[in-house]
Structures are given as C-alpha cells and as structure tokens.
C-alpha cells in the first residue's frame, strides 16, 4: 500500500498541497482537478521529484525517501512534458532507460519489443524520434513507462497530444494494466478517467476535496443538476455546467442547491457535472 | 557499466565536440608548422646522435671531429661558437638575490617574506648541488634552447591544457545539463537509478574529457616531434646553461626547477600535472553543472568565475595583510596554476610563496573541490526537481 500522510509541500511562501492524506490500494486513481490545483505536485512527490515540507510518502510502511533505489525500481512514471532524445529512437531510447530501470539487456530487448507493439509503434522502431507526431511521442512515454512492469504506475496528463482513437485504446490499456497494480492518472480531462477509476481524487484550494468513487461524488450532487430549454426563465441561483446545441434551441444543464420546481427536467449528475460544480469559479 | 557506455556514447554523439576538437587540431597544427623548422634546430637534433649531449670532453673531441657538408657548415660554427668555453652557470650563483628582489618588488609583510625568504634559502641548496653535478652542462637546443622550451613547455602545453579544459568542462556541463536540455528529467531521475546517474555521469565525463586531450595530445606531439628531433637531447637537463627565464624583477636568470629534470622527464611531468589541473576543472565544472542544470548557463557561469579568480588578485591593491593572503592563496587556484604553467616544477615567480606550488596547489585545489563537489552532488540529491 502507497500512504501519503499529512503531506505538504511549500514552494518559499506559497502552499501548493496541504495536509494530504491518501491511501492507495491495486486499481485506477483518477486525480482530477483544474490546472494549478497542485495534481502534478503530488505525482512529483510520489516519484521522488519533489520531497515533502511535512508529513511523509510510505511504501509499504516504510519511507520512500529511505527506500530510496528500491522504492523507485516498482514505479514508472509519465510526465506531463514528455522529454525525449530528439536524435533516438524509440529503440534507443528505451534501451537507455531499460538501463536506468536496471533492467538486463536481455531482458530488455524483449520487453522493448513486446512493448513497441503494445503502443503500435513496431513500424516506426528504428526511426529517429524528431520526425515523430505528439501522440507518437506520447505512446513512446507510455512505453517506456511500462518497461519495469511497475507495481505503481504515475501518469500525468497521459491522453495530451492523443487523438480520440488513441484516447479509448489508452483507456482500454490502462484497465487492462490495473488489476495487480496502482495506477495512478492525473488529468483535467473528465472523460479520461470517467469510466476506468476506481476512485477520484480531487483537490480544491491546494487541500483534498475528496477522494472517493465516481459514482459516490456524482451522488453528492443528486437531485440537484436540471436540464433546461429555457434557461433563461430559472430565476433560482445556479451554476451553468454545459450547454448542447440543438436545431435552434440550446440544451443547458445547470446546477442549483434550491430545489428547483420550474421547466426543467431533473437529471442524474455526472462525474463533469460535479467537476463544473466544483471548480465553477474557474469555468 | 551500460549506463557509463550509454553516457558516454551521448558525449561521443556531441558535433559540438568534434567541431572544437578538429578547431583545435587546425590551431594546434598551425602552431607547430609555423614555429618548426629552423635549421639550427635540425642540425643540433641530428649532430647530437654524434657527439651526445652532456658537455664534456668527449663532446668537445666529436664535435671537431664533425664533417659538416657546405649547407652545414654554418651550423656547426654557430654550434662551436655556442659550446665555447660555457661555464656552469650555477657555479657560485646566488639565488637568494632573486628572491629579495621579489619581496621588495611586491612589499611582502614580514610573515610572507619569511616564507619567501626561506623558499630561496632552500633553493639556494639545490643550486649549489646542481653547480656540484654539473646538472646545467648539457647541451639541450644550444643557442635555440630558450625559444624551443618556450615553444614546448609554454606555448604548446599552455594551448593544449587550455583546449583540454574547455573540453572537459563543456563535456562535464553537457552531460549533466542533458537531461535539462531535453526535458528529461523526470523520467531520469524517477528510474531505479535516478540521481545516482551522476556517478556514471561524471565518469563518463572524465574519460570522454581525457580521451580528447589526449586525442589533441597524440597528433598534436606526433606531428611537433617528426618537424623537430629531441631524440638526441630528450637527456638535457631543463637546467641547462643555454636555458634561462627572464622576468622584470628579477631579469635573465637560470631556469632552475626543485629537482633534476632531463627534458624527458619534464615533459612527463608536464604532462601529469596538466592532466592533473584538467581534472581539477573538471571538478569545478561538476560544482556548477550540478547546481545550475542549463549547460549553456553553467558554461558562461564556469568561464566568469576563472576570469574572476585571474581577475581578483590583480585587482585588490596590496594594501591590508588580507590582500596579501587573497594575492598568494590565489595562486594556488586551477586557473593560475594554468597561468604559471611555465614556471612549474621552479621556484615561481613573485606570488609564488611556497616551493613546490604547483603540486602543493594541485593538492589542494583537487581536495578542495572534491570536498565541494561531494557537497554538490549530496544537495543534489535532495533538490525538488520542479
């Protein structure tokens, strides 16, 4: 088990997590939260990136910090900016990184192989990685990712730079990878996590908000999210959370915390539905 | 060991690398052929298989017995007339005159003096030794000898160290900025390895900077030693009557170093002490290159904290005891050891305070910077990677 205990981190002056608790068990951790929201300070701390102010990261019961090379052997990681070697190739580059993880060059070369497939790019193995597209690249960081067969896989921001084709594979990739490991996912992106996490992480004002299952936060707005034709006729106070176009008409899904009895159907919230209402001083 | 290789190969694949490797060839090669050549040079380097180098009898008899062709014939004059009735300079020579002159010239405080004072008092017992062994008596270059040790031991070895320094520190910033430069980082230093990659980093970094000095090192010297012959004279002593150094204070005096050096072996002993100084850069770079991540940031901060260090002695007035201190534990630092790399393995010249200053400084320029460069890569290890 992976426990964040009362964990901040300050930057000089400003605070960007404060007393952070959190408990992660095999399955999908979905990290949703604005941009700025501190998600890739806390996957930065669970890589060793960045050390906690207070409190402390265990592994197993035991400090990461102290574990040191042993704690970092079962996690990979995905950053938000994919840096790579412009000159290497995939090949390459995972080669390099196989190293790194420690893994022997034997070993390596098949799981290089076997993982080059797994993203589909065995076509684009050998070509140097300057010529490739974002999504190329970002399948590439996935890979290499995987090569350790971590037990605690971190992926900031994965599905940045993926077309929608390649979005529901990752998703698929990711369920398919969660049953024997922590998979923990950050993203601003509702739909990435929507249907694969088990539980959803969310932070307001640097501090957890809540850390509990998609359908249990969506039930936290129940009976409170309408859908209107006629949005202008709702005089009772409410957030906007989307609007659909229709013909000439405009679909608006608002939420208000006053039962509301005028034109508009009552409807089952949804896991962007509480995202909107959450943070709907930013949106 | 994979990791060192991988590292390395990121070095080896620099064109920046190459580019000033190949510069430096050119430069270095245009040097020697520009100062090479000289026919006296030529001559004494083959006539000396004949009559050998010590000057003695036997030396005298073969060289009258010499056979010189018209084209020669001038040279071998010039020979006779450099050979002539030489005295050992070193016979009743008094170098604690020398070393006066430079406490006068710089008003050293009486604790600096004293040190000075009995710097040439025990160089007084090494030239008195070297006046009974008749060390200087050999022929070395002649009347040459001063411009070929200046061509050698100052023109040369000062390029090739400087060349060997921006090599290594480039290669050292390169490779721990790689990471920065190519948004890497995190990926890197969340892997099993992680920050420990600065072991094989600084590995990698010392052999690839070492293997191109001494790339520079090897076709620089194979081309100066096939235009000039030193195979007859490599047994001259340094110390030889024709070799002599000149400064303001203390004007033309003998070039006069610790111990007896033939040309052979301070060649070898230049060499070490410049790969020792490369080193001590080396480490230098490693303290900046693991605080400021950005190579090119790190190199601009590696070249304005050497010109500072030759700036700041030059600049403070000697005025406080302080100054004094500034002044003479500068020289101990890389880059005047550099500046004074002439002069190693001698008495120095009027900063110089202690004997043996280019090892003593070596010593504790590689010690400190180790004990720095150890700080460095602990804080390292513990730096938010943001």
Request: charged share 20%; with cysteine; net charge negative.
């Amino acid at each position: 088990m992976l426990a964040v205990n009362n964990v901040t981190k300050k930057y000089n002056d400003f605070t960007a997590l404060e007393n952070i608790d959190l408990e992660f068990e095999n399955g999908v951790y979905g990290l949703l939260a604005p941009n700025g929201a501190g998600k890739t300070t806390l996957i930065k701390m669970l890589t060793t990136l960045l050390f906690p102010t207070k409190g402390e990261i265990l592994w197993e019961g035991t400090d990461i910090r102290a574990l040191d090379e042993k704690y970092r052997d079962i996690i990979g990681y995905l950053p938000q900016e994919f840096g790579y070697y412009k000159n290497y190739s995939p090949r390459q580059f995972l080669d390099y990184l196989a190293a790194l993880k420690g893994i022997d060059k034997h070993d390596s070369k098949e799981k290089i192989t076997e993982l080059m497939e797994l993203v589909a790019l065995e076509d684009v193995f050998d070509k140097k990685m300057r010529k490739f597209s974002g999504g190329m690249i970002q399948r590439v960081g996935i890979a290499q990712a995987l090569l350790n067969d971590p037990k605690i896989l971190i992926l900031d921001e994965p599905t940045a730079g993926l077309d929608p084709k390649e979005r529901v594979r990752f998703r698929n990739m990711i369920s398919g990878l969660s049953k024997d490991r922590i998979v923990i996912l950050s993203t601003h992106i509702v739909s990435d996590i929507e249907t694969i996490a088990n539980q959803v992480i969310m932070f307001k004002d640097h501090k957890l908000f809540c850390n509990d299952s998609p359908s249990h936060i969506c039930n936290t707005l129940e009976g409170k999210v309408y859908e209107t034709w006629d949005i202008e006729n709702v005089k009772t106070p409410h957030i906007l959370l989307t609007q659909r176009q229709e013909g000439d008409n405009t679909l608006v899904k608002f939420a208000t915390d006053i039962e509301y009895n005028g034109e508009a159907r009552r409807v089952t919230p949804t896991l962007e539905d509480v995202f909107l209402y959450v943070y709907n001083d930013g949106v | 060991m994979n990791i060192y290789r991988l590292e390395l190969k990121k070095l080896y694949s620099s064109v920046t690398l190459w580019v000033l490797i190949i510069l430096f060839l050119v430069f270095n090669i245009f040097l020697v052929i520009s100062n090479s050549g000289d026919k006296y040079v030529d001559f004494i380097g083959e006539i000396s298989h004949e009559t050998g180098y010590v000057l003695n009898e036997d030396f005298y008899n073969k060289l009258s017995q010499v056979q010189a062709n018209d084209i020669e014939a001038d040279y071998l004059e010039q020979l006779q007339l450099d050979t002539y009735q030489v005295e050992d300079v070193f016979d009743e020579y008094n170098i604690n005159e020398v070393g006066e002159r430079y406490i006068e010239a710089t008003g050293a405080p009486e604790r600096f003096a004293k040190i000075m004072r009995n710097k040439y008092s025990d160089l007084q017992n090494v030239v008195n030794k070297k006046g009974e062994s008749n060390e200087a008596m050999t022929l070395y270059f002649a009347g040459a000898t001063y411009y070929m040790h200046q061509l050698l031991f100052k023109d040369l070895m000062g390029w090739l160290i400087v060349e060997g320094v921006l090599i290594s520190a480039l290669l050292i910033l390169l490779s721990l900025g790689y990471e920065n430069n190519n948004r890497t980082e995190g990926i890197v230093y969340s892997t099993k390895t992680g920050r420990n990659i600065l072991r094989s980093k600084f590995a990698a970094s010392i052999s690839a900077a070492l293997g191109g000095y001494l790339l520079l090192f090897t076709v620089t010297f194979l081309i100066y030693f096939s235009m000039n012959d030193y195979s007859g004279i490599w047994g001259s002593s340094v110390s030889s009557i024709f070799n002599y150094r000149n400064d303001i204070i203390a004007g033309v005096r003998p070039f006069v170093t610790w111990h007896s050096y033939s040309v052979f072996t301070y060649f070898l002993a230049t060499i070490a002490m410049s790969i020792g100084l490369i080193c001590s850069f080396i480490l230098v770079a490693f303290i900046i290159g693991t605080i400021i991540q950005n190579s090119y940031i790190s190199f601009f901060v590696f070249l304005i904290i050497n010109a500072l260090m030759i700036a700041i002695p030059l600049m403070i007035p000697n005025t406080t005891l302080f100054s004094y201190y500034i002044k003479y534990y500068s020289m101990l630092s890389p880059v005047w050891l550099w500046l004074k790399h002439s002069l190693w393995f001698t008495d120095g010249d009027t900063d110089t305070l202690w004997k043996y200053f280019e090892t003593m400084g070596l010593c504790v320029s590689i010690l400190a910077l180790t004990a720095f460069s150890i700080l460095a890569a602990a804080r390292f290890k513990r730096r938010d990677i943001i």
